[in-house]
């Protein structure tokens, strides 16, 4: 357990915005966070647990511990019959197990290539890009109870997963802290091109027999296209989550709007590009100060160089807002606002 203190979060966060935690501790095993919680029982409860900092606004500085879940290590197991389990840990970074996947001869996890973090954020919000999502090839998570230090084993069935969600975002929030997860890879995997610009990616690079290795390029490739690369522009991906509505109140927006992009939501339900919804309010492109919206992908919020958290936090709530006005729709941040001090985003 190594402590730190008067820590800058810049680096340690991919929207890169400057605050200072007054103590920051790296945890690489779980039997650091059980000395931690002995030590310091008083400051565990109020402290705030960060991966690789891929998904979290801080709209205000922290007045509460910093723990950094630094725990490495990837192992595969062979099942026999084509599968392969791997298990990382929580602090491995999530790209770095997909690639070295793919290196192994396993498929299963190449539509998910790029997306930033580590693997023990992975399973909260159910990952997922291009086709494909977390709960597809999960197999298990260990995670510590916060409150006791105990180790727990949670199966797939136990997360209740949904879209960009967990038990863990839900009815487990708070409570627990993913050390290491387990997914269930296969040595023949049945790729994905589902995903309309992946088969034309494809396409484009002459790539007529895909296997995950060249489904990962093309992803690769989609996503240095659109997304920003937080390493210079900092962001945490998207911003708010693809909205699901009612088909009715569907059908009326599409009566309105017959361009409106749209994915069934299971029955009775439609999910919309919040991107488009965005884009159509007038604010791809935008910026406010050092806060602004990409160019190619408006549901992505970016921080131009020095924005502060409330800067990138007023521009979501302006974005929201006047979503809301011309589109009747309500757009949730998909992104872990930190220091809101009980009021809505
Ligand atoms: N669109 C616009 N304008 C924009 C952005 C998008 O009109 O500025 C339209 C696109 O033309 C398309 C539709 O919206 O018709 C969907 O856009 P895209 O394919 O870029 O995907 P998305 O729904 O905006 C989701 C995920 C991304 C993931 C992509 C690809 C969410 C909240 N976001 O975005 O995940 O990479 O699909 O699968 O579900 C993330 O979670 O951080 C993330 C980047």
Not at 12 to 24: C, L, S
Not at 234 to 240: E, H, L, R, T, V
């Amino acid at each position: 357990m190594n402590v730190q203190t008067s820590v800058s979060l810049k680096n340690h966060t991919t929207f890169g915005i400057e605050v200072t935690a007054p103590r920051f501790i790296q945890i690489d095993s779980v039997e650091d966070y059980q000395d931690y919680i002995e030590v310091h029982p008083d400051e565990a409860s109020k402290a705030m647990i960060l991966g690789g900092g891929s998904n979290v606004l801080f709209a205000d500085e922290p007045n509460f511990d910093v723990l950094n879940i630094s725990i490495t290590g990837i192992a595969t197991e062979d099942q026999g019959n084509d599968i392969v389990l791997i298990r990382a840990g929580a602090g491995v970074v999530w790209h770095d197990l997909v690639m070295y996947s793919l290196d192994a001869g396993l498929g299963g996890i190449e539509n998910l290539s790029l997306i930033p973090g580590c693997c023990g954020a992975a399973p909260m919000q159910n990952i997922g890009a291009y086709g494909a999502e977390l709960k597809d090839v999960f197999h298990s998570l260990e995670a510590i109870n916060r409150k006791s230090g105990e180790l727990h084993t949670f199966t797939g069935d136990d997360c209740r997963f949904g879209y960009r969600t967990s038990a863990f975002k839900e009815e487990l929030k708070g409570e627990y802290i993913i050390s290491a997860i387990t997914l269930r890879l296969s040595k023949n995997a049945q790729i994905n091109t589902s995903y309309g610009a992946v088969s034309q990616t494809l396409e484009e690079m002459g790539v007529t027999n895909p296997g995950p290795r060249e489904v990962s390029d093309a992803i690769i490739r989609i996503r240095q296209s659109k997304l920003p690369d937080w390493k210079k522009y900092g962001n945490a991906g998207s911003f708010f989550k693809n909205p699901v509505i009612p088909n009715a109140q569907f059908d009326k927006l599409k009566a309105e709007r017959p361009d409106v992009p749209s994915y069934p939501a299971g029955e009775g339900f439609t999910k919309v590009p919040a991107g488009w919804l965005i884009q159509h309010a007038g604010w791809k492109g935008k910026r406010q100060g050092d806060a602004g919206t990409w160019p190619h992908q408006a549901l992505v919020l970016v921080n131009y160089g020095n924005a502060k958290g409330h800067e990138i936090l007023s521009l979501a709530r302006s974005i929201r807002d006047d979503v809301e006005h011309k589109f009747g729709i309500r757009l949730d941040p998909e992104v872990n606002i930190i220091g809101l001090k009980g009021e809505d985003f």
